[in-house]
């Protein structure tokens, strides 16, 4: 693709990997047929090459976004089938992330909209305030219909009818190995997975510790920036991964870290990115370490080759966006659930998203909840007895609209390996 970027402009870091990215494009379209959005809306302004040539008019006439290119760079999940497909290598990631800094530093949305952003802002990536306003709306429940904005009902119905208590992670801690220590990591215990359900990382604990893995939960780590990095909130994202990255650093620097697990495959495809986001910055150097450190829980565990486990299950895998297409984890998480016993199955059109994408099924819940009832009904077509999924906001999503249990795949491999069966499965043979 052919840009005309001025000379001035290209010395703005940013707009000189916009810049990379756009003539990246050849216009051939692959990517349309692997977009979710496209699919559903039919739009060509709602595909990746639409919103390229948006983002392109946007950022080469140096202008303020406009309300259409806002409406449409909304409506993107990030879900990265684009960069999958596409055949010239176009990342889109970077380009759209820019994007929305772009949107979120010239646009001035309705109140409405800046409200809801600013709630989700300062909530979600906040343990305890996300677990006081989840109390709330369970209270707000009864009364849902009666509000006439989905998104606010979407965030009703995110809360769940029983909220669990704080896992054993919460606080940072160091967690021993049993018998002989293999390797030391530090677990990103994530924000909103604390809250919804900390099984997973209490599962997670248990399977490594069990096999010989020292797990240490840093102090001052906090949130990893993904969820306000996304919203184009560039300033919140830098604090909080780099609280994260300072954390680890002083991990590193005192005993030492094999890894950095993370069990929330959308927080593993920004922990990983942190080398790009940082460029440039101070702390290039410790983030491009932490990022070369970091890994999925399933590639971890696939790099400790565990012993053969009892699952028995028939388990449909849903394998999250941000695991297969932004970190290319595609195979890891299907060899450790088979190793650990279990019948793995895959829906068609495995690729394409179910629609939570971080905050988008909050944010656009209409066309989440239409990505949500065909991703539900691909899975249940495989009739499984469980259905696993390597992020939190995946197993939420698929969770409301099944009667299937949904679980992290760490829970189920815990289990078959020696760890107390999943709360999911109980009352289940």
């Not at 016993?341 to 989440?368: K, M, R």
Request: charged share 25%.
């Amino acid at each position: 693709m052919q840009t005309n970027f001025t000379e001035e402009q290209l010395q703005d870091p940013g707009i000189a990997r916009a810049n990379e990215i756009l003539r990246a494009c050849v216009h051939c379209g692959f990517c349309t047929a692997t977009c979710p959005t496209y699919q559903v809306l039919g739009d060509e302004l709602d595909s990746p090459r639409g919103r390229i040539y948006l983002i392109k008019d946007m950022l080469e006439s140096g202008r303020p976004a406009d309300a259409r290119t806002v409406r449409h760079v909304d409506r993107c999940l990030s879900c990265l089938a684009c960069m999958t497909t596409c055949p010239s290598g176009v990342h889109y990631m970077h380009l759209v992330d820019h994007a929305r800094a772009h949107i979120e530093a010239t646009y001035r949305r309705p109140w409405r909209d800046r409200a809801l952003r600013w709630l989700v802002a300062k909530t979600l990536p906040f343990p305890g305030r996300f677990r006081a306003a989840l109390r709330l709306a369970r209270l707000g429940r009864p009364f849902a219909r009666l509000i006439p904005d989905p998104r606010l009902r979407a965030m009703l119905a995110m809360a769940p009818a029983r909220l669990p208590a704080p896992g054993e992670s919460d606080r940072p801690q160091v967690f021993a190995a049993k018998g002989t220590r293999r390797m030391r990591v530090a677990l990103l215990t994530g924000c909103a997975q604390k809250a919804l359900d900390p099984d997973i990382n209490d599962a997670t604990i248990r399977v490594l510790t069990r096999h010989g893995v020292e797990v240490v939960v840093a102090k001052g780590m906090g949130c990893c920036g993904a969820l306000t990095h996304h919203m184009g909130r560039t300033a919140d994202a830098h604090a909080q991964a780099a609280q994260a990255i300072r954390a680890w650093s002083a991990e590193i620097a005192g005993e030492g870290l094999d890894a950095i697990v993370v069990n929330t495959s959308g927080c593993g495809t920004t922990v990983k990115d942190y080398g790009h986001m940082f460029r440039g910055d101070p702390l290039a150097e410790a983030a491009a370490e932490v990022a070369a450190r970091a890994v999925d829980i399933t590639e971890l565990l696939e790099r400790l080759d565990l012993p053969p486990g009892r699952g028995g299950l028939r388990v449909a895998y849903h394998a999250a966006c941000s695991l297969q297409h932004g970190q290319k984890v595609k195979d890891a998480p299907k060899a450790v659930l088979r190793r650990a016993g279990f019948e793995v199955v895959e829906p068609v059109d495995a690729h394409l998203c179910c629609g939570s994408a971080g905050t988008y099924n909050l944010l656009q819940p209409e066309i989440a909840g239409q990505l949500k009832a065909r991703k539900v009904r691909t899975l249940e077509a495989k009739a499984p007895d469980a259905i696993a999924a390597g992020n939190i906001g995946c197993i939420a999503q698929i969770g409301s609209g099944t009667g299937v249990p949904v679980l992290h795949t760490v829970e189920l491999v815990d289990w078959a390996t020696g760890g107390p069966r999943p709360r999911a499965l109980s009352g289940r043979d």
